[in-house]
């Protein structure tokens, strides 16, 4: 769910200059299934699926970089063969990058006790971390200011929503210290604050060590109810500026187009700003349509006729004559026959989808699937 921008509220008071020394380590958690996501995770972890023409956790890795972030830890799991070959030592971002993986699942928390020992803060530095699932406009320099202003022991970057039944609750007192975690709400009684967890976090480095080794925990369950309960010091930040989880296709599908739009900040974007980025190698036809934030693969072929709104169309991937694809994501390598209308789909790596399909609201079409012509209809035949 995107926040409302026009909720954004600033922390009480501005963390004086002194603080705002950045964070130079950071630890990002990129091991997770992406089930939700399914196709586009069968060959892919979620973080090196492309949005807006890179990898997603490129533009995470790029933000950071320009927060101040030298050093960065990537906690893997599925698919972690997948991360080193493409980002090697991090050098071309500017950033030390290591790795390291889980052999058995760790949750969020176990994760991160899972590679603190890489890290070389001292134990008062603030270490940054990151979601691997997360595109958001985040003020990082704030965060750690806060962080160091404070004296918190975590600082939580907190998001608001309009509708905070799906979130579990953060309410904060009035200078921002976090004084619960409260479940989903199942009634409207239970809704006593609209901030949610936004899925940044800033840790003093000491606390990494206090989690429990080798078991699975859960940062959010466990860890931080825990350290609330122990007494320790948690700080609470609300920054309401563009926030969305790319959990589902469809999430996924608008980020990338926000960050083409120039809606989402990134400096990875490897083009204009605009209402299409088509990427070296791609073949768009004069009269095809691309807008809405659609980005197009290198090597892909948009056909004469097509529209193309909101959507990706990743490399390889071609869209026949006349088709007409919205709010959609089309896989590496996979074919869109003429005539066929995508809205809210998903086509997975090397499908081949018929002409004179019709796939809606988030129909997902299975990697290397191969459907006839005509053969799936949402409407009548015209």
């Not at 009480?12 to 950045?22: F, K, L, N, T």
């Not at 990129?30 to 090196?48: A, C, D, E, I, Y």
């Not at 530095?125 to 160091?148: C, K, M, Q, S």
């Not at 988030?362 to 005509?374: K, L, T």
Request: include cysteine; aromatic fraction near 4%.
């Amino acid at each position: 769910m995107r926040a409302d921008p026009a909720s954004a509220a600033a922390p009480s008071q501005e963390p004086s200059g002194r603080y705002r020394r950045p964070a130079k380590e950071a630890i990002l958690l990129v091991g997770g299934k992406g089930s939700r996501l399914r196709p586009l995770t069968v060959h892919t972890p979620k973080p090196m699926i492309p949005a807006a023409g890179v990898p997603f956790l490129t533009h995470q890795l790029a933000r950071a970089r320009a927060a101040g972030v030298e050093h960065v830890v990537m906690a893997t799991s599925y698919l972690a063969e997948v991360f080193e070959p493409h980002f090697g030592d991090g050098s071309a971002l500017g950033l030390h990058l290591e790795y390291v993986t889980e052999t058995e699942p760790l949750g969020t928390g176990g994760a991160l006790r899972n590679v603190a020992h890489r890290l070389t803060s001292s134990p008062d530095e603030p270490v940054l971390v990151f979601n691997g699932d997360i595109l958001t406009g985040l003020d990082i320099a704030a965060l750690v200011a806060t962080h160091r202003a404070t004296g918190a022991d975590v600082s939580l970057h907190l998001t608001r929503v309009d509708d905070p039944r799906a979130f579990g609750l953060v309410p904060t007192d009035p200078v921002g210290r976090v004084t619960a975690f409260l479940e989903k709400p199942q009634t409207p009684e239970e809704i006593v604050t609209d901030q949610v967890n936004a899925g940044a976090y800033v840790f003093t480095r000491s606390v990494l060590d206090t989690i429990p080794a080798g078991r699975p925990v859960s940062v959010e369950r466990e860890t931080f109810p825990g350290l609330l309960a122990a007494g320790a010091h948690l700080q609470g930040m609300v920054d309401s500026t563009y926030w969305l989880d790319l959990g589902t296709p469809q999430a996924f599908v608008r980020g990338s187009a926000d960050l083409v739009l120039g809606r989402a900040p990134s400096p990875a974007v490897p083009g204009r700003r605009g209402e299409r980025l088509v990427l070296p190698g791609a073949r768009v036809a004069e009269d095809a349509k691309l807008f809405g934030g659609t980005c197009v693969g290198a090597g892909a072929v948009i056909g004469p006729g097509a529209r193309v709104e909101g959507s990706t169309v990743l490399a390889g991937a071609v869209i026949e004559a006349d088709a007409v694809v919205r709010d959609s994501l089309v896989g590496q390598d996979a074919h869109v026959g003429r005539r066929t209308v995508l809205q809210g789909a998903v086509v997975g790596d090397g499908a081949h989808v018929g002409a004179d399909n019709e796939f809606l609201d988030g129909a997902r079409v299975w990697c290397a699937a191969r459907i006839p012509q005509a053969a799936v209809r949402f409407s009548s035949d015209q």
